[in-house]
């Protein structure tokens, strides 16, 4: 991984912009239309392949890793991740909040922490040389959505 190039490109994103838009066909991916479909009237047809259950990705640090079980981080990865995690902050520090509420619901610090969750665990995993599941993430954030969760084996994305 180019940590500069990575930077760049997380200041330069427009992270969740397309929420509610149309994804370019991926059997690999499970999209649902809408905040209010994913979480306050899920409808279990929208979890096509599977039993109707999402795993939600994790929103705070203190969640595990749905993916993998990381050692804890050198003191030089943990410098990575905190370098990616105020950039991912910077990025997303001025989103339109209106955009994640659903009648009483606000899911606007989901969103953040769930992108940040995602970018950090990203740099462990390249750092690390551990595959490429949460790199798959975050192409879904870089592509202006919000991958929520994991049903039958495939990344859910609003």
Same mark, same amino acid.
Not at 105 to 120: E, K, L, M, Q, V
């Given at each position: 991984m180019n940590i500069d190039a990575e930077?760049?490109?997380?200041?330069?994103t427009p992270f969740f912009s397309?929420?509610?838009?149309?994804?370019?066909? %991926?059997? /690999?991916?499970? +999209?649902i239309e809408s905040l209010r479909r994913a979480f306050v009237e899920p409808v279990a047809a929208d979890v096509k392949g599977g039993d109707g259950r999402v795993e939600w990705l994790p929103t705070s640090p203190t969640q595990d890793d749905p993916f993998y079980q990381m050692?804890?981080?050198?003191? %030089?990865? /943990?410098?990575? +991740?905190m370098q990616v995690n105020k950039a991912v902050m910077a990025a997303t520090r001025h989103l339109d909040k209106n955009v994640f509420v659903v009648g009483q619901h606000?899911?606007?610090?989901?969103?953040?922490g769930g992108i940040c969750f995602a970018f950090r665990q990203y740099v462990s995993e390249s750092h690390l040389g551990l595959g490429d599941k949460w790199k798959q993430v975050v192409d879904i954030y870089y592509a202006g959505h919000w991958p929520i969760g994991v049903a039958a084996?495939?990344?859910?994305?609003?």
């Amino acid at each position: 991984m180019n940590i500069d190039a990575e930077l760049q490109r997380i200041a330069s994103t427009p992270f969740f912009s397309k929420l509610g838009c149309a994804f370019p066909g %991926d059997d /690999a991916l499970i +999209r649902i239309e809408s905040l209010r479909r994913a979480f306050v009237e899920p409808v279990a047809a929208d979890v096509k392949g599977g039993d109707g259950r999402v795993e939600w990705l994790p929103t705070s640090p203190t969640q595990d890793d749905p993916f993998y079980q990381m050692p804890k981080p050198s003191a %030089d990865l /943990a410098a990575l +991740r905190m370098q990616v995690n105020k950039a991912v902050m910077a990025a997303t520090r001025h989103l339109d909040k209106n955009v994640f509420v659903v009648g009483q619901h606000d899911f606007s610090n989901a969103a953040r922490g769930g992108i940040c969750f995602a970018f950090r665990q990203y740099v462990s995993e390249s750092h690390l040389g551990l595959g490429d599941k949460w790199k798959q993430v975050v192409d879904i954030y870089y592509a202006g959505h919000w991958p929520i969760g994991v049903a039958a084996g495939k990344l859910v994305l609003v």
